[in-house]
């Protein structure tokens, strides 16, 4: 049964305007969420991380939000370039075992 | 700045062989972690070291070990090798130092193994 699920495959965005990637999860020992980036013949590049006693992390063009009763986080991107398409992965952790539970990713597609 | 070496970087091998898959973690990261990732599904977690030591362990078959040595590489050895074992494997490392993104994984840019 998939914990992290990443429920929209793909997603095409005009360049300039906001991407959002979403994510949830079922198990709510997870208390560290991060987003990674990858792109094709390349290994997942972190971008963002939140832990479980914030509801928002910001890092340049790129914003992390965390619902804990709804067990969902988002990604913001904005504003959007082509250079971001990618596949992005969602990925929590559990700390008392430090191991990541990945969703399945989207690919996002940011057009000129 | 210096990143996750693995080598080698494409792997082909045929059934019932052997392979053997190298891990350089990041200068000064003590914990080194395994992946599998198979066509289109997500990297899938089997083992993890720190400080040498077998940390946790997930979905890795019996047909696969793996160890941390005393310069903080890693190895994946797998043997018996089967045609469902083609996949991306990925090796990620991070640091307990108590330095910014302290436990955040860096990932290597994977070994593709294909058997035939």
């Known amino acids: 049964d998939q914990q992290v699920k990443q429920n929209s495959p793909s997603l095409s965005v005009q360049e300039g305007r906001i991407s959002i990637l979403n994510c949830d999860y079922t198990n709510s020992m997870f208390d560290y969420f991060l987003w990674y980036k990858k792109y094709p013949a390349e290994g997942p590049t972190f971008l963002i991380s939140i832990s479980s006693i914030k509801d928002k992390n910001e890092d340049g063009r790129f914003t992390v939000f965390l619902n804990k009763s709804a067990k969902h986080l988002s990604l913001h991107i904005v504003p959007s370039q082509p250079g971001d398409s990618a596949v992005y992965f969602c990925a929590t952790e559990n700390s008392g075992y430090s191991t990541l539970t990945f969703g399945k990713g989207t690919m996002l597609l940011v057009s000129p | 700045a210096a990143g996750v070496i693995q080598s080698p970087r494409h792997l082909i091998k045929e059934k019932r062989e052997t392979a053997t898959l190298k891990c350089y973690p990041i200068p000064r990261h003590d914990t080194v972690y395994w992946y599998q990732q198979g066509p289109g599904q997500d990297p899938q977690f089997l083992i993890s070291?720190?400080?040498?030591?077998?940390?946790d362990k997930g979905s890795i078959p019996d047909r696969f070990s793996a160890q941390q040595f005393s310069d903080y590489h890693s190895e994946l050895n797998m043997s018996s090798l089967e045609l469902g074992d083609s996949a991306l494997y990925f090796c990620a490392s991070s640091s307990t130092s108590g330095a910014p993104n302290t436990d955040t994984q860096y990932f290597g840019p994977g070994t593709r193994l294909t058997v035939l």
């Open positions: 070291f720190y400080e040498k030591m077998q940390s």
